[in-house]
């Protein structure tokens, strides 16, 4: 059958049919002017063959409140704290920084197996936090300690985990600094990078058909951000419009991979256009931008019911955890240079200062009172026994299987036939 012929058929069926298949005005078929209409593209035609170069697009630009001596650069833009507040914020900052160092050389000296350190990325979690409802959702990567300590889970807690003791969230079964609080609304860190972003989307899903009022957000280096994982859930979160905030922290490192060798596009910011997602770039290092673009995210991801993607630019002061030794890749002068140049903590001290809410004596009161708190726990945790060993066959399966089972009978049998090769006495009794 004819084209024409077809067409005469439909018409006389069906004149609706016709006119909605053929809408557009078949007799300026070659104008550029009519719109098009394909199923994956509705907007313009156009009779220039050009391709996009994206070096020749503008970056996307990053918003900040106050520059790297803590001058606010536009009044508007500055929080309306009261001082209790922002001090309570900064004990946050100086409490984690001392949490860092003791627990490094707590490793060094063989107390404990394990540590990352938060340095140099204080304000991006402090600042989101502080943003945050105490019931929205957490799902963090592992350098998101600032967030729960600023929710309220305690050194004491922190310490605990750490050591795996019979005190530890995780009952012993996680390495060290994958915590996790169901009080706290903090999902268990997980060591596989990404895991944890498609599942935030799901459970973003599920408060969106709850209506809850609330959100989740994920926690993410841009080394992550290249995962397939962060890819899919971007797409997922986009298509099912979702309350969800990516959090992406973009420290200048993937472990020992620097961003040049990461990707080649406009950092992390520019996949959330490309994906439909609301995106904005913040200084990671300015607390007030942070909090304030948080702020922001989380009131367009719950009102408009979709994601929102914050890429906040920081710089990673520390290892990338005590099994690593960045000198190897990058130098001690660019190290030094950012520690001076751009530490956020400096920057809301430098703030703080001039407003009259920090002086030395402040400062070294809160050095000792942290020190102190940060070294009773450690004691307190180590003097803590470790659960008995077959804890380790609990919580595998809902029931313990017969092999499970037998497992455990053979693990008794070991250690009562060869118990002093063992460190029993650090254990709760079988």
């Known amino acids: 059958m004819s084209s024409f012929k077809l067409i005469q058929l439909?018409?006389?069926?069906?004149?609706?049919?016709y006119k909605n298949i053929f809408s557009r005005n078949l007799t300026?078929?070659?104008?550029?002017?009519?719109?098009a209409s394909f199923p994956g593209y509705k907007g313009e035609f156009s009779t220039e063959l050009q391709f996009i170069y994206p070096e020749n697009n503008s970056q996307i630009q990053c918003y900040r409140v106050m520059n790297r001596k803590g001058y606010i650069i536009d009044s508007s833009h500055e929080p309306q704290f009261d001082n209790i507040t922002l001090l309570n914020m900064y004990t946050y900052m100086n409490l984690l920084a001392k949490f860092d160092i003791i627990m490094y050389e707590a490793q060094r000296q063989g107390r404990i197996s394990f540590y990352m350190q938060n340095h140099g990325e204080t304000a991006a979690q402090i600042g989101s936090a502080a943003a945050l409802d105490s019931q929205d959702l957490i799902y963090a990567q592992y350098r998101e300690s600032g967030v729960l300590m600023y929710r309220g889970f305690t050194i004491q807690q922190f310490c605990d985990q750490i050591y795996g003791n019979l005190n530890s969230s995780c009952k012993g079964k996680q390495m060290p600094v994958h915590y996790g609080s169901k009080e706290y609304n903090f999902v268990t860190i997980s060591s596989?990078?990404?895991t944890q972003i498609p599942q935030a989307v799901g459970a973003a899903y599920a408060y969106k058909r709850k209506q809850n009022g609330l959100c989740v957000i994920t926690y993410f280096g841009e080394g992550a951000a290249s995962e397939g994982d962060a890819h899919a859930a971007m797409n997922f979160a986009s298509v099912f419009d979702v309350p969800l905030i990516f959090f992406c922290r973009n420290n200048g490192y993937a472990i020992s991979t620097p961003v040049k060798e990461q990707y080649r596009g406009d950092g992390i910011a520019a996949r959330g256009p490309a994906y439909g997602i609301v995106t904005i770039r913040v200084d990671g290092n300015d607390l007030f931008a942070v909090y304030n673009a948080t702020r922001a995210a989380r009131q367009i991801a719950i009102k408009e019911?979709?994601?929102?993607l914050i890429e906040a630019m920081t710089y990673r002061l520390g290892h990338h955890s005590t099994s690593d030794d960045s000198t190897a890749y990058r130098s001690v002068d660019e190290i030094n240079l950012w520690e001076k140049g751009d530490n956020p903590m400096n920057r809301f001290r430098n703030y703080l200062i001039r407003k009259?809410?920090?002086?030395?004596e402040?400062?070294?009161?809160?050095?000792?009172?942290h020190r102190k708190m940060i070294m009773d726990s450690i004691v307190q945790s180590e003097r803590t026994k470790n659960l008995k060993p077959t804890e380790m066959f609990i919580d595998v399966f809902d029931s313990p299987s017969q092999t499970l089972l037998k497992q455990q009978?053979?693990?008794?049998?070991h250690l009562k036939?060869?118990?002093?090769?063992?460190?029993l006495d650090s254990f709760e009794k079988l």
Do not use: F, M, W
Not at 305 to 308: E, F, I, T
Not at 409 to 413: I, M, R, S
């Open 10 to 17: 439909l018409n006389k069926k069906s004149p609706n049919i």
């Open 28 to 35: 300026s078929a070659t104008s550029v002017s009519d719109k």
């Open 192 to 194: 596989p990078l990404a």
């Open 305 to 308: 019911s979709r994601p929102v």
């Open 356 to 360: 009259g809410i920090l002086n030395e």
């Open 362 to 369: 402040i400062e070294n009161e809160l050095n000792e009172k």
């Open 409 to 413: 009978n053979e693990l008794l049998e």
């Open 417 to 423: 036939t060869h118990k002093e090769h063992y460190p």
